[in-house]
């Protein structure tokens, strides 16, 4: 991930690139194009909105890559080393809807993706530095995030992944949501049934035992993660002993037999709404914001003022961009794929790479291999790559 800058306006951009050979080894593909495809139709001030886009003839492409991975691997090494894995033609187009710009790249080697630039780290960082979140602060994070998740649930999309990792803070300290290469989409009163998501966050209906098919559910699983996340940012961990590697059996156990420890030092209010989402049964659960603003510790809450970021958090990142030229950057800028990548000038040496393969293959000099240079090249017309 690198931060660009827009030439015209001078706005301030993350730039996310995975390499298509990587992406291909470890079989996430689909994942990619998952998530550009609900990405692309989302637009909200408390997610890591996507500033990329493909055309229908883009994403038809996107689509003959994935039925060519699913012919199986070592094929796909064979192929990638020649023009299967197709260069798509630069986006830069406009959604009059929203009225916001769209750009989505690929060169002969990697996918570019522009985001929301957010320099002050996941929240996951924050626990790791010792930061104590006041109850107030946390109280905002419940809201921002619920806000995101009404929105999700209005566009029929279940995160599924929704812990400190995923949620992101802007300069100001505001919550955002990121993440949906295993969010799943669900029509018409559809419930989702495949087992996704972070052990330690995941609902208990996840994990019940089942006979012939899995177990359904619903909405209600992004707002029992978000119960144990409120929960976590208080305390400094989590109101269940279990890692990844916990075995089902264990977990289930735990879920019935725990009982919740809520320190004295927190309010009676923000227990009893802790209690609503970290509800073992789902139907028992707050899952909607309506019931969410019902909540008596919640009912003083202006709701307006949240959504146009109006209530100042109580936590603020060090998140300046000087701060992050010093090279001191809070963790992530934005989401990742696997593993984060950081390196000096990465993309000036690319382009170096590029224009000496480019000389290399002269003889040949082939309409392809030349476009390849042009996409990139074209790229920095519209940004300042730092």
């Known amino acids: 991930v690198c931060i660009v800058q827009k030439k015209d306006t001078k706005k301030m951009y993350a730039m996310k690139y995975m390499n298509k050979l990587k992406c291909v080894e470890r079989n996430e593909v689909r994942n990619v194009f998952k998530e550009m495809q609900i990405m692309q139709n989302l637009e909200h001030p408390f997610l890591v909105n996507f500033w990329s886009a493909v055309t229908d003839i883009r994403n038809q492409q996107l689509k003959d890559l994935l039925k060519l991975v699913n012919e199986g691997l070592s094929t796909h090494r064979c192929l990638c080393g020649q023009k299967d894995l197709r260069v798509l033609d630069d986006s830069y187009i406009r959604n009059e809807t929203v009225n916001f710009q769209l750009y989505s790249f690929q060169d002969e080697e990697d996918m570019f993706m522009v985001v929301d630039l957010l320099l002050g780290g996941d929240l996951r960082y924050h626990l790791q530095q010792n930061v104590h979140f006041s109850e107030s602060t946390v109280k905002l994070y419940i809201c921002e995030i619920a806000l995101a998740l009404?929105?999700?649930?209005?566009?029929?999309?279940?995160?599924?992944?929704?812990?400190?990792?995923?949620?992101?803070?802007?300069?100001?300290?505001?919550?955002?949501?990121?993440?949906?290469?295993?969010?799943?989409?669900?029509?018409?009163?559809?419930?989702?049934?495949?087992?996704?998501?972070?052990?330690?966050?995941?609902?208990?209906?996840?994990?019940?035992?089942?006979?012939?098919?899995?177990?359904?559910?619903?909405?209600?699983?992004?707002?029992?993660?978000?119960?144990?996340?409120?929960?976590?940012?208080?305390?400094?961990?989590?109101?269940?002993?279990?890692?990844?590697?916990?075995?089902?059996?264990?977990?289930?156990?735990?879920?019935?037999?725990?009982?919740?420890?809520?320190?004295?030092?927190?309010?009676?209010?923000?227990?009893?709404?802790?209690?609503?989402?970290?509800?073992?049964?789902?139907?028992?659960?707050?899952?909607?914001?309506?019931?969410?603003?019902?909540v008596p510790y919640l009912l003083d809450v202006n709701w307006d003022a949240v959504l146009q970021k109006q209530l100042p958090p109580g936590f603020i990142p060090n998140a300046s961009l000087t701060y992050y030229y010093k090279r001191r950057l809070n963790c992530d800028p934005t989401f990742e794929l696997e593993e984060m990548i950081l390196e000096s000038k990465p993309l000036h040496k690319k382009k170096k790479r590029l224009a000496r393969k480019l000389k290399e293959n002269n003889k040949d000099n082939s309409p392809q291999v030349r476009l390849n240079h042009r996409y990139y090249s074209g790229c920095e017309n519209l940004f300042v790559i730092n």
Request: negative net charge.
């Open 150 to 294: 009404d929105y999700l649930q209005s566009q029929q999309i279940i995160h599924r992944p929704l812990d400190p990792d995923n949620i992101l803070l802007d300069e100001h300290g505001h919550a955002h949501l990121t993440d949906f290469n295993i969010a799943a989409i669900v029509k018409d009163d559809m419930r989702a049934s495949s087992i996704a998501g972070t052990k330690p966050y995941m609902a208990p209906e996840l994990f019940q035992p089942f006979e012939g098919t899995h177990p359904s559910y619903s909405f209600n699983v992004d707002w029992w993660s978000l119960g144990i996340t409120a929960y976590e940012l208080l305390r400094g961990q989590r109101p269940y002993v279990m890692r990844s590697s916990t075995p089902t059996n264990e977990i289930l156990q735990a879920f019935y037999t725990t009982n919740i420890n809520y320190p004295s030092s927190w309010s009676a209010e923000i227990k009893s709404l802790l209690r609503k989402l970290l509800c073992i049964e789902p139907e028992d659960r707050i899952s909607c914001l309506s019931k969410l603003q019902d």
